[in-house]
Nanobody
Framework: QMQLVESGGDSVQVGGSLRLSCVVSGHTYSPDCMGWFRQVSGKEREVVTTIDTNGSTFYEDSVKGRFTISKDNSKNTLYLQMNSLKPEDTAMYYC????????????????WGQGTQVTVSA
């Protein structure tokens, strides 16, 4: 059973930066897809960025040029570097991983972390 633990969420001011981390354990071989998703209370969980086993990445339009996803296989850790943060980036951020073909749909993932809160204030 794969387990994921996020960290790094915080309260920052507009324009600030944060780096989220997600440590993955309990797996025999690397997941095909890993990603960061976010959710605001009362809204559906949405994709932020994903990375597949080949290193191919996807970014939601609103974060392109500001967020960067990366992974360190030696540390079993997924990262999300967030720069130029905006109030609309405020959300609970979740990492997810699974052995799936398409990486962008939250509903396709079985393995999730507990979430880490990011709050951006003006």
């Amino acid at each position: 059973q794969m387990q994921l633990v996020e960290s790094g969420g915080d309260s920052v001011q507009v324009g600030g930066s944060l780096r989220l981390s997600c440590v993955v354990s309990g797996h025999t071989y690397s997941p095909d897809c890993m990603g960061w998703f976010r959710q605001v209370s009362g809204k559906e969980r949405e994709v932020v960025t994903t990375i597949d086993t080949n290193g191919s990445t996807f970014y939601e339009d609103s974060v392109k040029g500001r967020f960067t996803i990366s992974k360190d296989n030696s540390k079993n850790t997924l990262y999300l570097q967030m720069n130029s943060l905006k109030p609309e980036d405020t959300a609970m951020y979740y990492c997810a991983a699974d052995y799936i073909f398409r990486c962008r749909r939250p509903d396709d993932y079985r393995y999730w972390g507990q979430g880490t809160q990011v709050t951006v204030s003006a």
